[in-house]
């Protein structure tokens, strides 16, 4: 879920949020270069924010510095589903500059931003405040969508919050000394994905046996080496077919690493529901979390 968003309207923006509505989570270890602000309104979940993890459930709120790895899974305590709600705040560091933190009138958000370098859990005391707020930042524009980030970020100021600790290990749980291993898997994939690369490459890329490695990347990544491997080749298609429209279908199926056309066909269908084609034809051609 927070893995695939869409990397064109964030690029752009220094704060960037999005509300989500009874969607399955089934991330993988991920990291990116902004801040990561999660409000659950419905659902429950395991969550993994760096070498820790916990469950989550309505009204959990987790902060989770850039460049961290985390994810998160929902799902009951016995597995059956959970679709959850909510709204995910991402917001870069040079949406907090020293020189603001320096006025009297954010005091609250100074403290809170020298805690913000390690992941952060809150006891939200106003949920409907908080969600009215954060959703008053996706209708601003421009100078006014900063000025309602502050006062948001004022609100998660005022809740007591704690430092992320190491908590019950289980299934999907991944030790700290193996999360350099999936730094490097997820760098290679994420370099190779073009290529005809194969699971027994990427398990040599980190040192494993691929009976070994199949089983690290289900329980680290959540998901089975081919299915991750496509979903990084659909959301660079997808990235393609919205900026690229000089490219035919077929050198957007090449540079995406799919073999040939029909195979773009069934995985864009599959994991998007829509042809290339017609997503290409969308007035909106923002990408879609494959």
């Not at 899974?73 to 560091?93: D, H, I, N, Q, Y």
């Not at 998901?223 to 659909?234: E, N, P």
Request: positive net charge; proline residues 4%.
């Amino acid at each position: 879920m927070f893995e695939t968003w869409p990397r064109d309207r964030e690029a752009a923006a220094s704060v960037f949020i999005q509300e989500f509505e009874g969607k399955e989570f089934a991330d993988s270890l991920h990291q990116h270069d902004s801040f990561e602000l999660c409000f659950i309104l419905r659902g429950a979940g395991r969550w993994q924010l760096g070498a820790a993890t916990g469950a989550f459930s309505a009204g959990a709120l987790l902060l989770c510095p850039p460049r961290s790895l985390h994810a998160w899974r929902s799902g009951g305590s016995a597995g059956e589903p959970s679709p959850c709600s909510g709204v995910v705040l991402r917001f870069r560091e040079e949406a907090l500059p020293r020189t603001l933190l320096k006025l009297p009138e954010m005091k609250g958000v100074k403290e809170l931003r020298s805690r913000m370098d390690r992941a952060l859990r809150f006891e939200v005391s106003d949920r409907e405040r908080l969600r009215a707020r954060l959703r008053s930042v996706d209708r601003a524009q421009g100078a006014l969508k900063l000025a309602r980030f502050y006062v948001a970020l004022e609100l998660v100021a005022s809740f007591r919050n704690s430092q992320v600790i190491e908590e019950q290990r289980e299934v999907g749980y991944v030790p700290a000394r193996e999360l350099a291993r999936v730094e490097v898997l997820k760098a290679f994939m994420q370099a190779r994905f073009a290529d005809a690369i194969t699971r027994g490459q990427v398990a040599a890329e980190v040192g494993l046996e691929e009976a070994a490695f199949s089983r690290f990347f289900r329980r680290a990544m959540g998901t089975t080496f081919v299915d991750y491997l496509a979903s990084l080749r659909v959301r660079h298609a997808a990235g393609l077919l919205g900026s690229r429209r000089d490219l035919s279908l077929q050198e957007v199926a090449e540079r995406s690493g799919f073999g040939s056309l029909p195979s773009l066909h069934r995985q864009f269908k599959k994991r998007l529901g829509t042809t290339p084609d017609s997503y290409r034809k969308a007035a909106n051609s923002e990408f879609l979390a494959p």
